[in-house]
């Protein structure tokens, strides 16, 4: 079981890489996205999506969208260089890299 510190600081990562990932879509993007859900959900009373971040987790922006949580612990959070630039606050960086021993694992060096 992990604990309650990791957990946390995963999901700040995870929370700073989905907004670094949403200031790369144009505002005109993300508002066709919530005017598409609007209009798709008007028929339905609402009941398709429970709401507008689900919407998006299913359909994205376009048919993009960030990656999910499994993916992110998986892929950007053990890029040592990628967490460094996503935190850009040594402290923090520091302090993350103290408390998991599964930051910065990659495959390259566990075989």
Known sequence: MMNRTISNM???AYELYKIQWLQRISTERHLDALRNY???EIPEKFEMYENFEEYLEERGF???IYSCY???IDNEYKDEDYMKELFDNEK???YYKSIDPEFG???DEQE
């Open 92 to 94: 923090i960086f520091n």
């Open 105 to 107: 694992e990659n495959e």
């Open 10 to 12: 995963r999901t700040y």
């Open 62 to 64: 376009d048919g993009e």
């Open 38 to 40: 609007v209009e798709e």
């Open 70 to 72: 499994e993916e992110f």
